[in-house]
């Protein structure tokens, strides 16, 4: 008698691709994108399709975070010096053939115009987890100096175009990499140290260095004034100190509960610059209060703290570097937008996660995102 199998269902055959997503870290991210798209509506309806064009971006950085997740680890290894070679190609030739806007040259046209030191927010930390997994078990001084070498140049090239923060955030991916390596506290007591003195002493001797005749030499012009503001805003209250004057106003005027829903007067009055972008999470401050901004860090937190449980999980060393090193990729977005808005560090042009519009930086945080996904899958099954 023959043996009837029947066919499985359409959802019988879709389930596997859908099921083995990391729950805990999917709740951070559904909470984030939520945070994110209800604070969109309310800063961004009076600012033409921006809440339309956010959910857009969310939806095709959710595609790139599914792709992504499907992608094994060794698979993303075998990515690692292709997307590093072609980033850097790339950064060498924006230094060549770069479009110039408001006299940074960032941008290269190849049929459509990109930005290419974004890529290396990712390319960064996947090259030196690569590298750190060839060295695993021979890991000599020369191999950090080699991974240092490895990071300074896409920095450097950042550096010139001129772009700070994202020079920083990929310097910052990369050292966390080296990090997690296992680099020497010797090795990183000296500069951490040397920073603090020399914050101490722009501090003690900000009104001097912030005359208008000083030159700086290592900072270009406008990035000393950026120093300088933050020194003291009210220096040019009317220029470059507005923003971050403004932003400090509409959080300290949320206060414990907020002024409610689109209520906020600083930001539907236009006082905040930006709001749908770099400034956003004054307008949610303002709206939401003392009580929405503490939900905001904690689901932060939850999303950064189970990134690094899936690194401390993860089964190779290629995997716990990367994963650790994305987990506090989100630290530095998150930390960076909500203390430059603060006035506790200078204003640069850093989102903030799922909140802030913006279509390359969420693509790429999903690009992030999937990888983490992908690490957790990989680790799930080796415990089955």
């Known amino acids: 008698m023959a043996t009837v199998i029947d066919k499985p269902t ?22 984030l994108c939520g945070i994110g798209l209800v604070t969109m509506y309310s800063v961004g309806f009076d600012h033409g399709t921006r809440f339309t064009d956010h959910a857009r971006n969310m939806l095709i950085a959710g595609g790139v975070v599914f792709v992504v997740a499907h992608v094994p680890p060794q698979r993303l290894m075998a990515f690692a010096v292709p997307l590093y070679v072609v980033g850097v190609t790339l950064l060498v030739a924006v230094a060549l ?45 020369i191999d950090y100096v080699v991974a240092a070498g490895l990071l300074l140049v896409p920095f450097a090239l950042i550096l010139k175009q001129p772009d700070l923060g994202t020079a920083l955030l990929v310097a910052a991916s990369g050292l966390f990499v080296i990090f997690f390596a296992g680099l020497s506290w010797k090795l990183i007591l000296p500069p951490v140290v040397l920073g603090v003195v020399g914050v101490t002493a722009l501090v003690s001797f900000s009104n001097e260095l912030c005359q208008p005749d000083m030159d700086w030499h290592v900072l270009r012009e406008y990035q000393k004034q950026r120093v300088c503001t933050l020194m003291d805003p009210t220096r040019d209250a009317l220029g470059k100190g507005f ?24 930001t539907h009055l236009e006082f905040i610059p930006e709001r ?109």
């Not at 359409?10 to 909470?31: C, K, M």
């Not at 403004?246 to 829903?261: E, L, R, T, Y």
């Not at 904690?298 to 650790?324: E, K, Q």
């Not at 042009?349 to 279509?359: A, I, K, Q, R, T």
């Open 10 to 31: 359409l959802w019988q055959r879709l389930f596997p691709w859908f099921s083995g997503f990391d729950t805990w870290l999917l709740l951070a991210v559904f909470i």
């Open 97 to 141: 053939f770069g479009i110039t806007k408001k006299g940074a040259t960032r941008w290269l046209n190849v049929g459509v115009v990109i930005q290419p030191s974004e890529l290396l927010k990712i390319a960064m930390p996947l090259m030196l987890a690569w590298w750190f997994q060839r060295r695993e078990g021979q890991l000599r001084t």
């Open 243 to 266: 923003h971050t004057i403004q932003g400090m106003i509409a959080i300290g005027s949320g206060g414990v509960w907020g002024k409610g829903f689109m209520q906020g007067t600083q």
């Open 276 to 384: 749908t972008t770099d400034f956003i999470f004054s307008a949610f401050s303002e709206e939401f209060g003392l009580v929405g901004v503490v939900a905001l860090i904690l689901a932060y937190v939850f999303l950064i703290g189970r990134g690094l449980v899936i690194a401390m999980n993860a089964p190779t060393l290629f995997s716990r570097l990367l994963a650790g090193a994305i987990a506090l990729i989100f630290f530095v977005y998150a930390f960076v937008n909500m203390g430059m808005v603060g006035g506790i560090l200078p204003v640069v042009g850093v989102p903030l996660p799922f909140v802030s519009y913006g279509g390359t930086a969420m693509v790429t945080l999903g690009l992030g995102l999937g990888m983490l996904f992908s690490i957790a899958k990989a680790e799930r099954l080796m415990q089955s």
